[in-house]
C-alpha cells in the first residue's frame, strides 16, 4: 500500500496537469515500512522521450541521480516513481509493466484534457510475476 501526504499528491496533480498532453514523470522520495510505501517527497526528471512524449516515458538519469542525492539528505531513499497517462486509463502499459522495478511504487496519474481524472498505484508482484494495483492512502499531517 501507498501512504503519500496530500500536499505533495496535491502537486504532483499539479505537475501532471501542466505537463500535459504530454507524459511527464518523476521520482517519488520516502520510507518503505514492511509493505507500505511513505512518500513525503519528490523530484521532477525530465522525460527524455520527446518522440513519444505523448504515451512513454523514460527518467532523465541525471535527475534521478540528483534526486538520490535529495533523498539521502533527508535519510529517505527513492521508493517508486509517478508518471501520467495523458488522456488514458491510469492503467499501467505492458511497457511500463516491462520496466517496473521490483520494491517500487509506480503512481499513475490519468490526465484527460488538462485535468485529473484518478490516480492508481501499482507494484510488481514477483510471486505472480504480474503487476498488481495497490491501495492509495493520503495522510494529513
Ligand atoms: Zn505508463
Known amino acids: 500500500m501507498v501512504k503519500i501526504k496530500r500536499q505533495i499528491n496535491d502537486k504532483l496533480i499539479e505537475i501532471c ?18 509493505e507500505i510505501f511513505i512518500i ?16 512513454r516515458y523514460e527518467l532523465n538519469p541525471i535527475d534521478y541521480i540528483k534526486a538520490e542525492d535529495r533523498a539521502k539528505k533527508s ?15 491510469a492503467i499501467a502499459s505492458e511497457t511500463d509493466k516491462m520496466f ?3 520494491d517500487m511504487a509506480y503512481l499513475i496519474y490519468s490526465i484527460y484534457d488538462g485535468k485529473l481524472k484518478n490516480l492508481i498505484s501499482w507494484q510488481i508482484d514477483e510471486s505472480e510475476d504480474v503487476f498488481a494495483q495497490i491501495n492509495t492512502e493520503l495522510i494529513d499531517e
Open 17 to 34: 496537469e501542466k505537463g500535459f498532453p504530454n507524459e511527464v514523470c518523476g521520482v517519488l522520495i520516502g520510507k518503505k515500512n514492511k
Open 40 to 55: 513525503d517527497d519528490y523530484y521532477i526528471c525530465e522525460n527524455l522521450n520527446k518522440e513519444r512524449s505523448i504515451d
Open 75 to 89: 535519510n529517505a531513499s527513492i521508493i517508486g516513481i509517478y508518471h501520467s497517462h495523458p488522456n488514458h486509463p
Open 100 to 102: 517496473a522495478w521490483p
